[in-house]
């Protein structure tokens, strides 16, 4: 379980808020959808989670433990990450690629091959195919794929993705998506998923924290969020999402 | 073409470890930059300084910390190859893709892994392409090494201009061009070899390999450096020194010949030693032993005295001095003068009949060609402006080599020339007399360190033998023979101990 208690970021010395006196909670093996536009603040968030941002003000612990007491590397390497640049190093095959931080936790070769191999194929993805390709040689969604199998390979309970299919076409969006829901369902795995996408969020999103301005607007489920918005910003949010599916 | 190869190797030996020294210096520092960024403008404006510090300049300023030969060569060249080498890396550090960096980071990649596995592979092209103009720059400078004793194919240009033979200064300079060429395209060809995903898993053994072998390569210069330093700083070797102009090289290598064949003493030459103040320091520092100079030019250039004197006191003066002060010995002059002189061409001197100094007034723009040690040293300019009256319209400071060549050309109408000069024999100058003693006298002699007398008291009599024995047109001859005629020094010098029945 992750939870936010009061937690706040601020730049300029403290006179602005990235993101204000957050608080949340979010339960083992739920998809947590973090919505709104740029500069909402949603990033910010889920960077704080592995501490890649950390917050100046409040607590945030996971699985009861206080994050700033803990190894930030160890951190990072307990949890996967997934971000719309990808960050494949081209000057590794996928194989290397995807099995790096086993590489350098001492795993033999042979071990990390088969991992590698094994998490392909999770993406789906042949990997007779693509174990010695370069990152270059592959496409936009392959690329991506291959993200998200770099991600899996510590076996994390929660996978951290920060808008991951915003550079997609429409059609590896969507293909990527329903992936991840099997295999959200297979592994058993914690999401925390930051989109400024309200369908996405809807296909993917158990809860749903709709940001403003650095502020939390609401939290919910689609349903609750459609039934009940908290204010006239996630009334809208929800509409957009009505209308475009019509 | 035996000495050629051995030339060529030293250039390359020179700067391929002034250049890895440079990169083993420069990468860490280019790191460190780019994690404290306060450090970065400060780091580069530093070394940019040290760039445009004259290589020469820089040469000179290393000499009394370090001495002669390689080791201020090698410091200095990798002071050059520093800037582009910190540049480019702190560059491709800083230009690896935010992406990069923020997968590296969100993996949980310690920062020393993410610099090692992602942040230098990927700035590994600009690197690369730093250490190129690092090594191409490097073998230009390298070519002034030899104006430290440190050899290379700068020796070639040096002694091509010191005896004004432009065939010796191309076989300096071609070689330097197309090493430089060669070392620019196989630096390219690496570059694009270890570009990643240029190659396939398979060959990571192969490139491992050659990684460790060009280093093994390194290593194995630098060795090879020590070893031979050691050797020759351990046996019995009189290490016999020279300006760089060719009668230095002359008597150089007939004290060589003498030691070599009359005692069982071994002999390295450092020739080609340019300024008198850095000869000095050499032999005060004992990196040579002994070395031919000339009372003259001790006197004003190192005892710094104004007062005129005879040719007698002026020897005793330098030698008393020396003794007390460096514990140097003069040993007796060799017999020939080698007097500063101006010299013009027969036409002008026909044509404002010019035969002494005093008469130069008449030439209606004065321009003198001359070593820039005559500006400097009270002896000659000071001593001229003083004693003749002289005012220069046009002073160009010029290597001696350069000199006769600028003046037979009509660049400058006067040139500070050397009476033994068997060029002035060959452009038909007339030296002007110097009818109201401007110049001092300029006995030769070999000024010899007393530690490596006593080291080796046989070196005593020989070294004595010459003393007397080479008069004003021995010299002039013997300077004919080499630079007219282009005979090689060794052979000339060889030659006049056997007809003098030394060896």
């Known amino acids: ?108 070769k042979k071990l990390c091959r088969d991992k590698s191999a094994e998490l392909l194929e999770t993406v789906n993805l042949e990997p007779g195919k693509y174990l010695d390709r370069f990152p270059c040689e592959l496409s936009g969604g392959e690329q991506q794929r291959v993200g998200v199998a770099r991600a899996l390979v510590n076996n994390p309970k929660y996978l951290l993705m920060d808008e991951p299919f915003g550079a997609l076409d429409a059609i590896n969006r969507d293909a990527l998506q329903e992936e991840l829901i099997r295999l959200r369902d297979r592994l058993n795995t914690t999401i925390v998923f930051v989109t400024h996408d309200i369908l996405e969020a809807k296909k993917l999103g158990d809860q749903i924290a709709v940001m403003h301005s650095g502020e939390l607007m609401q939290v919910g489920s689609f349903d609750e969020l459609s039934t009940c918005p908290s204010n006239n910003f996630v009334k809208r949010l929800i509409e957009s999402a009505q209308q475009s599916q019509l | 073409m035996n000495e050629l190869l051995i030339k060529i190797g030293e250039q390359i030996y020179l700067v391929i470890i002034s250049v890895s020294v440079a990169i083993l210096i420069g990468i860490p520092l280019a790191v460190v930059i780019t994690r404290c960024k306060k450090l970065e403008k400060f780091t580069l404006g530093f070394i940019g300084v040290l760039q445009t510090i004259p290589s020469l300049a820089m040469l000179a300023f290393f000499i009394p910390l370090f001495g002669i030969g390689v080791v201020p060569a090698l410091i200095a060249l990798s002071i050059y190859s520093l800037l582009p080498i910190v540049r480019n890396a702190y560059i491709g550090i800083l230009n690896v893709p935010s992406d990069m960096i923020e997968a590296a980071n969100g993996m949980g990649l310690t920062s020393w892994q993410r610099l090692r596995l992602v942040e230098i592979p990927l700035a590994m092209p600009t690197i690369i392409a730093g250490v190129r103009t690092a090594a191409i720059l490097s073998v230009g400078v390298a070519t002034l090494a030899a104006f430290v004793g440190a050899g290379g194919l700068g020796d070639f240009i040096n002694r091509g201009l010191a005896v004004n033979d432009n065939h010796l200064i191309l076989m300096g300079a071609i070689p330097a061009a197309i090493l430089a060429l060669s070392l620019d395209g196989l630096i390219g060809a690496f570059e694009k070899w270890i570009k990643p995903g240029a190659s396939k898993q398979g060959s990571k053994k192969n490139k491992l390999l050659i990684f460790a072998s060009s280093f093994l390569f390194v290593v194995g210069l630098f060795g090879w450096f020590v070893i031979s330093e050691v050797k020759y700083n351990s046996g019995k070797v009189v290490v016999v020194g020279s300006k760089n102009f060719s009668e230095q090289y002359l008597l150089a290598d007939m004290i060589a010949i003498l030691i070599k064949e009359n005692t069982d003493l071994k002999v390295q030459k450092k020739l080609n030693l340019g300024a008198t103040s850095l000869i000095h320091q050499a032999l005060v520092r004992g990196d040579i032993d002994l070395y031919p100079e000339y009372t003259g030019t001790a006197y004003s250039g190192i005892l710094h005295a104004k007062q005129k004197k005879g040719a007698r006191q002026i020897y005793y003066s330098v030698k008393k001095f020396y003794q007390k002060k460096y514990d140097l010995l003069w040993l007796k002059p060799l017999g020939f003068e080698n007097k500063a002189a101006l010299a013009v061409t027969r036409k002008s001197a026909n044509q404002y009949g010019l035969r002494n100094i005093s008469d130069l007034p008449k030439v209606p723009r004065l321009s003198i060609g001359a ?94 033998k010459l003393s007397g024995n080479i008069s004003d047109e021995d010299i002039m001859e013997l300077n004919y023979e080499t630079d007219v005629l282009g005979r090689s020094h060794k052979d000339v010098a060889r030659e006049f101990l056997l007809k003098k029945g030394l060896i």
């Open chain 1, 1 to 108: 379980m992750i939870e936010l208690i009061n937690v706040s970021k601020t730049y300029d010395n403290g006179l602005n808020y990235s993101v204000r006196d957050i608080s949340l909670q979010l339960a083992d093996g739920e998809t947590f959808v973090l919505i709104g536009s740029s500069g909402s603040g949603k990033t910010t968030i889920l960077k704080m989670l592995n501490r890649l941002i950390s917050p100046s003000g409040g607590e945030i612990y996971i699985d009861g433990k206080n994050i700033r007491e803990l190894d930030k590397v160890k951190l990072r390497r307990s949890m996967g990450y997934v971000f719309q640049g990808v960050g494949l190093f081209p000057n590794m095959n996928i194989s290397e690629n995807i099995s790096l931080i086993m590489k350098l936790g001492d795993a033999k």
């Open chain 2, 371 to 464: 070593p820039a040690e005559f500006v400097e040293r009270p002896d000659s300019y000071l001593s001229l402006v003083n004693t003749y009256g002289l005012k220069f319209d046009e002073i160009n400071q010029m290597d001696p080599g350069l000199a006769y060549e600028a003046l037979a050309n009509n660049k400058v109408n006067v040139i500070m020339a050397f009476s033994t000069d068997g060029r002035v024999k060959k452009f038909n100058l007339v030296l002007l007399d110097d009818n109201r003693n401007g110049f001092p006298a300029y006995q030769a002699a070999i000024v010899v360190r007393n530690q490596t007398l006593k080291k080796y008291p046989e070196l005593n009599s020989e070294l004595n």
